[in-house]
């Protein structure tokens, strides 16, 4: 499996981004898709992640203000952030894993894409 992220860049806080995440590759019958994130010196945090029957799940830091969302036709999940804050500043990884269950350690995704580098300014 391939992931791709994308849709990083540079705004101001308050703004709206949307990150991108196409899979390419082996495709799996149910799976769990996780949206990371890792700011500088800091150790990677779960961000949300969604089920391949849809169900969707957020850490409370995002809770309300980021949305995840898929479009199956396109192999390809996003990342809707809005009422973005500077502690929002990282960098964005998608992640895999098998098994369909929304996992908020890292270590139990086994596919990532490259990561892609939000920035808030204040």
């Known amino acids: 499996v391939q992931l791709q992220a994308s849709g990083g860049g540079l705004v101001q806080a308050g703004s709206s981004l949307t990150l991108s995440c196409a899979a390419s590759?082996?495709?799996?019958?149910?799976?769990?898709l996780g949206w990371f994130r890792q700011a500088p010196g800091k150790e990677r945090e779960f961000v949300g992640g969604i089920r391949w029957g849809g169900t969707t799940y957020y850490a409370d830091s995002v809770k309300g203000r980021f949305t995840i969302s898929r479009d199956n036709a396109k192999n390809t999940v996003y990342l809707q952030m809005n009422s973005l804050k500077p502690e929002d500043t990282a960098v964005y990884y998608c992640a895999l894993r098998s098994g369909g269950v929304i996992d908020t350690s890292p270590l139990q995704y086994a596919y990532w894409g490259q990561g892609t580098l939000v920035t808030v300014s204040s």
């Open positions: 590759g082996r495709t799996f019958s149910n799976y769990a």
